[in-house]
Nanobody
Framework: QVQLVESGGGLVQPGGSLRLSCAAS????????MGWYRQALGKQRELVAT????????NYADSVRGRFTISRDNAKNTIDLQMNSLKPEDTATYYC?????????WGQGTQVTFSS
């Protein structure tokens, strides 16, 4: 099993920045892809960004490309999501995801909310 713990969410103003972090622990063998997904109130969970274990293949949702950057540190077993130029439509609960040879795991989520 893999345990994922997210951090870094909070209140932000339009145009602001936040950095989310996800720490992975447990049985780390066979991790293929890690990433971030988000779910806004009343909507389905959607992909934000993914990164392979090598860090070579990175995928972004069209809605965040150019504003968000995903990165990983295999030595620390962490992935980060740097979010810039945030928009009100980015409001959501952000979930860390880990895809391994034996299963897919999710964190509990961290909330990103816009302040007026």
């Amino acid at each position: 099993q893999v345990q994922l713990v997210e951090s870094g969410g909070g209140l932000v103003q339009p145009g602001g920045s936040l950095r989310l972090s996800c720490a992975a622990s447990g049985y780390m063998f066979g991790i293929r892809v890690m990433g971030w997904y988000r779910q806004a109130l009343g909507k389905q969970r959607e992909l934000v960004a993914t990164i392979t274990s090598s860090g070579i293949i990175i995928n972004y949702a069209d809605s965040v490309r150019g504003r968000f950057t995903i990165s990983r540190d295999n030595a620390k077993n962490t992935i980060d999501l740097q979010m810039n130029s945030l928009k009100p439509e980015d409001t959501a609960t952000y979930y860390c995801n880990c895809n391994t040879l034996v299963g897919t795991y999710w964190g509990q989520g961290t909330q990103v909310t816009f302040s007026s």
